[in-house]
């Protein structure tokens, strides 16, 4: 076990999967995020088709020189970090008003994550997305026992 938080276990990950980062990376991950949003949309029956068109534009490298040249901007930079730690922070808000054990969770989700690499430890990423694929070892997340804390 990880003397380590959720969070920084799930930054090393990256460090591991994406030791590269650059403009790209950075317009391939607000995609995915993107998509988690949309596919909590879409599980909760509401509208996210303008969001997953977003998402699909961003994975698919749309604005990749805009989005470069927006981070050279140390205030776009501070805005977009205030933005992401937010996005942590309201994240657990509903966890909590539906009674929801979010750190379990999340420590199964980053477990689920860690068994995505290669059986030698290495990432496999799709050619044509980037997007770190699921390995042999590859274990869901078993959530049931998170969803109703007391």
Known sequence: ?????????IYQWFQK???NRDDRLFE????????????LLQELGLPHHELQETSD???????????????????VRVGVLDAFGDITVTTVGPAYAAGMDYEGALLEI???????FAEDGSP???EVTG???KGPLY?????????NKK
Do not use: C
């Not at 076990?1 to 276990?9: A, D, E, F, I, K």
């Open 1 to 9: 076990m990880s003397n380590l938080s959720p969070t920084q276990r």
């Open 17 to 19: 999967a994406f030791p």
């Open 28 to 39: 391939l991950q607000l995609g995915v995020m993107l998509e988690e949003v949309t596919e």
């Open 57 to 75: 534009h961003l994975k698919e490298g749309r604005y990749t020189d805009y989005l470069g040249n927006a981070m050279k901007d140390e205030a």
């Open 110 to 116: 980053v477990r689920s994550n860690d068994s995505k």
């Open 124 to 126: 496999i990423y799709n």
């Open 131 to 133: 997007k770190l694929m």
């Open 139 to 147: 274990s869901p997340p078993v959530l049931e026992s998170f969803t």
